[in-house]
């Protein structure tokens, strides 16, 4: 039977309204934000019109202060920030003009705030972009748009300096029109972008793992002529005008841009344009996009030159193990005959040059005794340095193949320690004492090193790493 202690909404309701309601306020002193919300909720609940006038004000002051807010204030800021966008869609339900009023108040502090914020991760702006896309739900369930929604819209793309708004134009495009996004190519290029600040740096973000700073960058504010190209690409897009979308383009050629071109293309009707645009990517350069191949199925299928497409999904799958292209490819066959083809893909992976690629794929397709195979069979050429993936693939076959398991993560121990990843020298330690447990369960060694022999050849290379061996203890 369930705790009654344990706190989920059940137990809480059993409270009753009022020791609720009594609890709230206890938590809300000294908490500005919760008093705060507590306050919005209560006008929410009196009248749209009340709660349409607290996030205004709520809005002006988060406008009006020139505070910096530190990475100590950024946590509350967040949470206050986010909830006042919450508000506004919830809003929506009742008043949808004022609620789109707001919401283009709420985007257009974008600029100032990450300005004047320690925004590490991205978190902020992301809360932006999520009303970005709120607007576009508030517009598609409008009954009527109102009469300012284009010069709103407009105002929004012309200070689009952080990418706030990226996929805004697109996602109203059907609500516009044709008529919409025609009025507003015309506005965007009679009042262009607005400059960028002079002497403005941008904005400073790290990217952190396991508490390591991996890279720091600064991102500049765009400048008006990017703005207004990114939004001349969605507008193209919004009017299904590839011809235009390709004009815009500096290099049609490139990759990546190739490979954007040819999907338009396809979802036109222009599929034979479209794979003569991939099939040029072999000729360009030897490093493709990852959806090419898909592309080119689509294309093919679109065609109808199903056979081609049929062979090009077993070369795609020799050439990199894609588990998609696999099944798409098997489902396509007589029957019995998927069974032959999926056992030669099997074994096709068993000697794929990559031995990590092939262990992803056999244990995620999943065939666990051909994973175990691969890895009695070739351990030593599994790269140990993608230790997340290599201890998940471990746990997948410790359970039925601990010979297997042993030796995966031997692979993780023994990386760790041969490139002197002194950050995870504990972790390697708690993994040799989790490798001890399991190298019990090994029936046959098949002619590897058992636990003992392993642990001599560590202590051998690396007996003077006393932080990894405390932790193995």
């Keep these: 039977m369930p705790s009654k202690s344990a706190l989920n909404l059940t137990n809480l309701e059993a409270l009753g309204a009022t020791r609720l309601a009594e609890l709230l306020l206890d938590v809300a002193t000294g908490d500005a934000n919760t008093k705060r919300r507590l306050r919005m909720e209560l006008a929410g609940d009196e009248s749209p019109s009340k709660l349409s006038v ?14 910096y807010i530190g990475w100590r204030a950024l946590k509350p800021f967040m949470a206050d920030l986010d909830a006042q966008r919450e508000f506004i869609v919830r809003l929506a339900e009742f008043d949808t003009p004022d609620a789109l009023e707001l919401a283009w108040q709420f985007l257009g502090l974008c600029t100032t705030v990450l300005e004047r914020t320690t925004d590490p ?55 516009i029109g044709h008529d919409g996004l025609t009025h507003l190519d015309a506005s965007l290029h009679a009042s262009p972008p607005l400059a960028s600040s002079k002497g403005h740096p941008g904005r400073r973000v790290s990217r952190w793992v396991r508490g390591r700073t991996l890279e720091t960058e600064t991102i500049a504010r765009r400048r008006p002529k990017d703005i207004l190209w990114l939004a001349d690409v969605e507008i193209a897009d919004g009017l299904g005008d590839v011809d235009r979308y390709i004009g815009l383009q500096s290099d049609p050629a490139a990759p990546a841009v190739a490979a954007a071109i040819a999907e338009r293309l396809i979802g036109v009707g222009r599929a034979e344009e479209a794979l003569k645009r991939i099939d040029q990517l072999a000729n360009r350069d030897r490093t493709f996009p990852e959806n090419s191949p898909y592309l080119r199925l689509c294309a093919l299928e679109a065609l109808g030159r199903d056979e081609e497409a049929q062979a090009f999904r077993w070369q795609v799958f020799t050439q990199i193990l894609d588990s998609a292209i696999l099944r798409d490819y098997l489902k396509r066959l007589p029957d019995f005959d998927d069974v032959e083809a999926e056992e030669r893909a099997m074994n096709w992976a068993l000697c794929f040059p990559d031995a990590l690629s092939a262990l992803r794929f056999l244990t995620a397709w999943p065939a666990p005794a051909a994973a175990a195979s691969l890895v009695i069979a070739r351990a030593d050429e599994i790269d140990g340095g993608n230790i997340a993936e290599l201890q998940s693939a471990a746990d997948k076959l410790a359970p039925r193949y601990p010979l297997a398991g042993v030796l995966v993560l031997r692979r993780v121990v023994e990386h760790i320690l041969a490139n002197q990843l002194t950050g995870d020298y504990e972790a390697a ?15 046959d060694w098949q002619g590897k ?25």
């Design 54 to 67: 607290a996030i205004r004000k709520r809005l002006s002051a988060i406008g009006g202060t020139e505070r």
């Design 121 to 175: 991760s991205g978190d902020v702006l992301a809360i932006f972009q999520r009303m970005a896309s709120d607007i576009g739900g508030m517009a598609t369930a409008a009954t009527t748009l109102p009469k300012t929604f284009i010069a709103d819209l407009h105002e929004a793309i012309r200070v689009n300096v952080y990418g706030q708004s990226d996929g805004l134009i697109l996602s109203v495009a059907d609500t």
């Design 429 to 443: 330690g708690h993994l040799l004492a989790d490798l001890g447990r399991l190298s019990a369960r090994v029936p």
């Design 449 to 473: 090193a058992d636990d003992a022999r392993f642990n001599q050849g560590l202590w051998a290379r690396y007996g003077s790493v006393s932080a990894f061996w405390r932790a193995a203890v």
